[in-house]
């Protein structure tokens, strides 16, 4: 009996362990998958700053400030 209760906790523990490296990997690549996003993100607005620039620069407008 103490030999099958031995067998069920290790089985539970490697479940666990098991269950446990997969969240890691999924948040792990959720992670990853936000950064990749914001970065992209940054780099959109950062050309829509530039072309918004050379719009009201061949408009004749002034430039607006930066904020950087």
Not at 26 to 54: C, H, P, W, Y
Request: aromatic letters at 4%; a negative charge; hydrophobic letters at 35%.
């Amino acid at each position: 009996m103490a030999e099958s209760n031995w067998n069920a906790a290790q089985d539970l523990t490697d479940f666990m362990e098991t269950t446990m490296q997969k969240l890691q990997k999924r948040f792990q690549d959720m992670s990853d998958q936000l950064v990749s996003r914001m970065d992209e993100m940054g780099t959109r607005i950062d050309d829509l700053e530039k072309n918004v620039a050379d719009l009201m620069k061949q408009a004749g407008m002034e430039e607006p400030q930066s904020s950087k």
